[in-house]
C-alpha cells in the first residue's frame, strides 16, 4: 500500500519555464511534508517542507502548496534552470503522538530541464 | 563540517558472506535511519533508531540486522547476503523528527553504499 505517490516518474521543462511536480498521499495522519532532491551517485538533500497547518511555503525560486482536502501536494520550481535537473523525493510524516518511524517517500520524479 | 559518513561506497561481495555498512554522523542526532533505493520503488526504510540502544524495524527488514550502541554510529548488518539485497543503501540522521519546535524534521543523508551481491 503505497501512501505518497507521485505518479510522473519522469518530466522535462525548457529551462525558465515551470516545473510543477505532483505528490499525492493516502495516509490523513500525515502532518508534515518535505522535498527532497537527488543528484546522481550523491545522497538526497532537504529542499523545502511545509506543515499541515499551512497551505503554502515559499524559499526562493522554491514554493511547495499542499492541498489537505485533496490529499496533494506540489512543488513549483520558477524558473526552472538546469541545475534543477535531478530526482524529486516526496515525503510525509505523521504526527507527534509516538510511533515516529521517520518518513514515508514516494518513488520519486526525475525532472529534465532542457537547454 | 556536518556529515553524514557511510562506509563502503562501493561493494561487491557473493552470496552468504556477512558485511557490515558503517554509518556515523557527527551532528549529535538522536534519530538514525537507513534506506535502500532501487529502481521504480524510491527509497525504503530498512530500520531506525530514535536513540541509542533503541531500535525499530522499517518497512523492509528482512535479512538485515542493525545495532545503536553509540549515538554517532548506526551499522547495517547483512548477517548472509542475497541478490535481492543488491541495492543502493542510504544512513540518514536528525533531531528527533518529534521536535518539530527545534528542527524541520529534515533528514540529512549520506552519500551512498551501492552494494551488489553476486
Known amino acids: 500500500d503505497q501512501q505518497v505517490k507521485q505518479n510522473s516518474p519522469s518530466l522535462s521543462v525548457q529551462e525558465g519555464r515551470i516545473s510543477i511536480l505532483n505528490c499525492d498521499y493516502t495516509?490523513?495522519?500525515?502532518?508534515?511534508f518535505l522535498w527532497y532532491k537527488k543528484y546522481p551517485a550523491e545522497g538526497p538533500t532537504f529542499l523545502i517542507s511545509?506543515?499541515?497547518?499551512?497551505d503554502k511555503n515559499e524559499d526562493g525560486r522554491f514554493t511547495v502548496f499542499l492541498n489537505k482536502s485533496a490529499k496533494h501536494l506540489s512543488l513549483h520550481i520558477v524558473p526552472s534552470q538546469p541545475g534543477d535537473s535531478a530526482v524529486y523525493f516526496c515525503?510525509?510524516?505523521?504526527?507527534?503522538?509516538?510511533?515516529?518511524?521517520?518518513?514515508?517517500f514516494g518513488k520519486g520524479t526525475h525532472l529534465i530541464i532542457q537547454p | 563540517e556536518a556529515q553524514v559518513t557511510q562506509n563502503p561506497r562501493y561493494l561487491i561481495t557473493v552470496t552468504g558472506k556477512k558485511l557490515t555498512v558503517t554509518c556515523s554522523q557527527n551532528?549529535?542526532?538522536?534519530?538514525m535511519s537507513w534506506y535502500r533505493q532501487d529502481p521504480g520503488l524510491g527509497l525504503r526504510q530498512i530500520y531506525y533508531?530514535?536513540?541509542?540502544?533503541?531500535?525499530d524495524k522499517g518497512d523492509v527488514p528482512e535479512g538485515y540486522k542493525v545495532s545503536r550502541k553509540e549515538k554517532r554510529n548506526f551499522p547495517l548488518i547483512l548477517e548472509s547476503p542475497s541478490p535481492n539485497q543488491t541495492s543502493l543503501y542510504f544512513c540518514?540522521?536528525?533531531?528527533?523528527?518529534?521536535?518539530?519546535?527545534?528542527?524541520?524534521?529534515?533528514?540529512?543523508f549520506g552519500e551512498g553504499s551501492r552494494l551488489t551481491v553476486l
Open positions: 551532528m549529535n542526532h538522536e534519530y
Open positions: 533508531s530514535m536513540n541509542v540502544e533503541v531500535t
Open positions: 540518514a540522521s536528525s533531531f528527533r523528527l518529534l521536535d518539530r519546535g527545534l528542527n524541520t524534521g529534515e533528514l540529512f
Open positions: 495516509n490523513s495522519m500525515f502532518d508534515y
Open positions: 515525503a510525509a510524516s505523521a504526527g507527534t503522538g509516538g510511533g515516529a518511524d521517520g518518513l514515508t
Open positions: 511545509i506543515s499541515s497547518i499551512k
